[in-house]
């Protein structure tokens, strides 16, 4: 078969973070410290990547702030010819960081938050966090580099969609992800207490359409789907394998940064392959390319070339085969996993949430 170029890289450079949000994409089991990747290790990564054909890389995490090595790997990276988005929660960006990663020629960055009261945003955080976002903001724009921003929404803080748009407005910012939980990892233990209702996401999302209206080309709102009140799964990453990968901080290679939680598949590590192998041959990045694998009923569906059957974490996450059709799909036999958890949030009582902090 025929395997695709990488285009994106998403390099998690560490699984520490100050913050504790109980929808982190980050795996169940974080990699401590000892286990990251050295910068020299970091720097190979990078190379490697620009030889395959990547053009872009997120450094994320965590928090890759916390990497005192992050100018290196930006300017490595820049150096290479590749644009450098990172994604961070804007704890430790001094002003003395914002430059030297502005030096290093930082392309963008994406700064998340959490709610627009400080109040919400650091009950959700775990970490009175939200008004050193606000300073962070503020370097960034001082720097003259794009602020990109997202926050993830859920049960706890749709209800404020409005006041979060305008304060990325005010805070100046060109674009804001307003993200749907998606959920794996930390979001799928916490599931119970972030999943909303459809009337509450019916509400957020026209308070979404008239602010697009509103700010027009001043502010690019992005609406990233709740799939668990769609019919059909989303094509996830764009296909398994084809259009990015990610490192995790340990140096294992993913096609997504949720995967490493698919038990029944082995991932191969920097540390012991080539990139460019991991790529074009290692079993986990071959194991759901193409159609082959498809069980029914994705095997013989029309859609199949639309969705791929939708996300293979969500599939074995909910139903423990990573081959099965996504249980977001209407015709999965496994959709009960989503109904019935919809139907407990429709009909349940609400009081304040008691998470299960990411990293606690
Ligand atoms: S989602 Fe929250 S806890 Fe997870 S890496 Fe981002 S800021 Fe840290
Ligand atoms: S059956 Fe499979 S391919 Fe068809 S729509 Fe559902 S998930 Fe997609």
Not at 8 to 29: D, G, M
Not at 314 to 337: E, H, I
Request: contains cysteine.
């Amino acid at each position: 078969m025929r395997v695709s170029l990488p285009y994106a890289l998403t390099a998690e450079v560490t699984h520490r973070c100050p913050l504790h949000c109980p929808y982190c994409s980050n795996p169940i089991e974080l990699q401590k410290r000892e286990n990251e990747l050295s910068t020299d290790a970091w720097l190979s990564v990078l190379e490697q990547a620009g030889d395959l054909g990547v053009a872009q890389v997120h450094f994320t995490g965590g928090e890759p702030l916390l990497r005192p090595d992050l100018e290196r790997l930006v300017l490595r990276a820049r150096e290479i010819g590749l644009y450098v988005n990172l994604i961070t929660s804007g704890v430790g960006l001094t002003e003395e960081r914002i430059r030297q990663l502005a030096e290093a020629g930082v392309d963008s960055i994406q700064l998340s938050v959490q709610a627009s009261s400080a109040e919400l945003a650091d009950s959700i955080a775990g970490f009175r966090s939200h008004e050193l976002k606000r300073q962070a903001a503020h370097r960034i724009r001082e720097s003259g580099l794009p602020l990109h921003m997202n926050v993830v929404l859920h049960r706890a803080n749709l209800h404020q969609i409005e006041e979060i748009i305008e304060l990325c407005a005010e805070w100046g910012a060109q674009r804001l992800e307003l993200a749907n939980a998606q959920y794996y990892g930390w979001a799928l233990r916490n599931v119970d207490q972030l999943l909303p209702r459809r009337e509450q996401l019916q509400e957020a999302e026209a308070a979404y359409l008239r602010a697009r209206e509103r700010f027009g080309y001043h502010l690019e709102l992005l609406w990233i789907l709740p799939d668990y009140y769609e019919d059909f799964p989303k094509p996830c990453m764009g296909g398994w394998g084809k259009l990015s990968l990610t490192v995790a901080p340990d140096g294992r290679v993913l096609p997504c940064t949720a995967s490493s939680e698919i038990r029944s598949l082995s991932f191969e590590n920097v540390k012991e392959r080539d990139l460019a192998w991991i790529w074009n041959d290692s079993p986990s990045f071959n194991a759901f390319r193409g159609y082959d694998w498809m069980p029914e009923p994705c095997k013989s569906c029309d859609r199949r070339e639309l969705d791929y059957g939708g996300c293979r974490c969500q599939a074995f996450l909910l139903t423990g085969d990573a081959r099965a059709a996504d249980p977001v799909c209407k015709w999965s036999p496994n959709r009960s996993a989503i109904t019935d958890r919809i139907g407990s949030i429709e009909n349940g009582e609400f009081g304040t949430p008691n998470y299960a902090y990411r990293g606690r």
